[in-house]
């Protein structure tokens, strides 16, 4: 069983910045760098929306809400990656989850934006105008 844990949520302004954090444990994780590992979210009376993602080769890829805005790192030693958010507007809003799966971001993508086998319990991201 892996088990993800956010970190890092709060209330900003716009144009604040704030750092997602999410740590990854469990027997399950004894390959943890062949995983893909994302985040999404969810805001209230909206779908999810698949935010970043890394692949186990370190490709990277994100949303076009947020491309040159959030930034997606790992540190593989730690079993934690991190969602740096800059720039952050109003409509960025929402319960914040990071995912994991041991198939390809691909095949996670294809399922949904939230198509992750493990998902943690979310962090909340308010942002003011």
């Known amino acids: 069983q892996v088990r993800l844990v956010e970190s890092g949520g709060g209330s900003v302004q716009s144009g604040g910045s704030l750092r997602l954090s999410c740590t990854a444990s469990?027997?399950?994780?004894?390959?943890?760098?062949?995983?893909?590992r994302g985040w999404f979210r969810q805001a209230p009376g909206k779908e999810r929306e698949g935010l970043a993602h890394?692949?186990?080769?370190?490709?990277?890829t994100y949303a076009d809400s947020v491309k040159g805005r959030f930034t997606i790192s790992q540190d593989v030693a730690k079993n934690t990656w991190y969602l740096e958010m800059n720039s952050l507007k109003p409509e960025d809003t929402a319960m914040y989850y990071c995912?994991?799966?041991?198939?390809?971001?691909?095949?996670?993508?294809?399922?949904?934006?939230?198509?992750?086998?493990?998902g943690g319990q979310g962090t909340q991201v308010t942002v003011s105008s």
């Open positions: 995912g994991a799966d041991p198939l390809s971001c691909m095949t996670v993508a294809n399922i949904g934006p939230a198509g992750y086998n493990y």
């Open positions: 469990g027997a399950g994780l004894s390959r943890y760098e062949s995983y893909c």
């Open positions: 890394i692949d186990p080769d370190g490709t990277i």
